[in-house]
């Protein structure tokens, strides 16, 4: 998809153009990667402030039991999911994940109770596959329906919720992973406190012929900039979070991945739905015994970032390569560089050393915590 025509358009293209985004095709559509402050200035704004995210091209689905008893429609999710879905109040979400038969990672999602349905979100390069996969195996119990025509507008930072409490004042009493339908610029949009950054914020789910009139509002808040996909990046980097197809996907565990979690109780061995959904011996199995290897936090010396593929090894003369790199950049707000990557379980207590090749040198980097930054959300 070189050309520009070829790519598919969220409704704040034209806004992103007129704002002097330098744009770039990501997923199958053109969206900003960053406007004219540049990168480093608006992963900052975010941190301090409030930043506002085009994330229009993820992919929204609405699960709705044909029973019309959405504790149906839980149950139907639990058999893709290894996550309790079935408790999770309604106005709550929480974050699931998508397996294959061997245990690998299809996608990483968001599910959200909206009392009579539920919401999900998916990536947008799975988009097409996931509601697919939801048709075919939920399709004989529920109806699974795409909206991938909405906007979604993620507003992040500590600033985020004075802005968007001007427009609906009832957003300032949600916490963390919260969920309601709010009246926005007059029409019924879906609201989660929620975010990709490691600060507080919120998603927000908007009509596609409001997004425009919606993006606008905020951004002539004045603690409001917009922001592009080079912070999104370097952003939830800081705090940790997964990129699918680099830190995670089919060929990565839930456990090797550290993402254990994200499956509760009552899925595990011995809890009351033990099992059930793709994968289960594998993942059961490796939550009893453990992996063979591990997702790790990594930081580097000095101020040359280490960027995803760079090989990793056990010695400073890179004679035993023991994983690879999967995300890494400079962490604005660390004021250095970080990474995270696989590497084998006996590599993966922090504090450890071992090297990455980057331009032919073996450069120390230490097995560090995640995340790399304190994350705000309001519990």
């Known amino acids: 998809m070189s050309e520009s025509a070829d790519l598919k358009k969220t409704p704040l293209h034209a806004l992103h153009v007129s704002l002097g985004a330098r744009m770039v095709p990501f997923a199958g559509y ?55 879905v079935l408790s999770v109040a309604a106005g709550r979400q929480r974050y699931a ?9 299809l996608d990483d999602l968001m599910i959200v109770n909206m009392g009579d349905h539920f919401y999900i979100v998916v990536n947008a390069a799975c988009k097409d596959a996931d509601f697919a996969h939801m048709a075919t195996h939920l399709g004989a119990t529920c109806d699974v329906t795409a909206h991938f025509d909405r906007g979604l507008l993620a507003l992040q930072g500590p600033k985020a919720q004075a802005a968007l409490a001007r ?41 596609a012929d409001k997004t425009v009139e919606l993006a606008e509002a905020l951004l002539a ?7 592009g996909l080079g912070a999104r990046d370097s952003l939830r980097l800081e705090a940790g979070l997964c990129l699918y197809g680099s830190d995670i996907d089919t060929t990565t565990t839930p456990v090797e991945a550290g993402l254990e ?37 990594l930081k580097a010396e000095g101020k040359a970032p280490v960027r995803g593929h760079s090989k990793l090894f056990a010695d400073a003369e890179g004679k035993t390569e023991i994983g690879e790199v ?10 250095g560089p970080v990474a995270m990557g696989y590497v084998p379980t006996a590599y993966a207590t922090n504090g450890t050393t071992i090297y990455a090749e980057v331009r032919g040198k073996y450069l120390p980097m230490t097995v560090a915590q995640l995340p790399f930054i304190t994350p705000t959300y309001k519990r």
């Open 30 to 84: 053109d969206m900003p990667v960053q406007y004219p402050a540049g990168v480093l200035k608006e992963h900052l704004q975010t941190r301090q402030s409030a930043g506002l995210f085009d994330v229009s091209h993820m992919g929204q689905v609405i699960v709705k039991a044909k029973s019309g008893n959405n504790a149906d429609a839980a149950l139907a999710l639990e058999s893709l999911v290894p996550v309790d």
């Open 326 to 335: 999967t995300s890494g950049g400079f962490g604005p707000s660390v004021e």
């Open 167 to 207: 427009l609906a004042p009832d957003v300032a009493e949600m916490k963390f992973m919260d969920a309601r339908a709010v009246t926005l610029v007059g029409e019924p949009c879906v609201v989660s406190r929620t975010g990709y950054s490691g600060e507080d914020g919120y998603e927000i789910s908007v009509p």
């Open 221 to 227: 808040m004045e603690e409001v900039e917009p922001i």
């Open 261 to 297: 979690w994200a499956m509760q109780k009552a899925r595990r061995t011995g809890g009351a739905r033990e099992g059930g959904f793709p994968g289960a011996a594998v993942i059961l199995a490796q939550l009893e015994n453990g992996a063979s290897r591990r997702r790790v936090g």
């Open 97 to 105: 994940l998508f397996t294959n038969d061997t245990g690998g990672i």
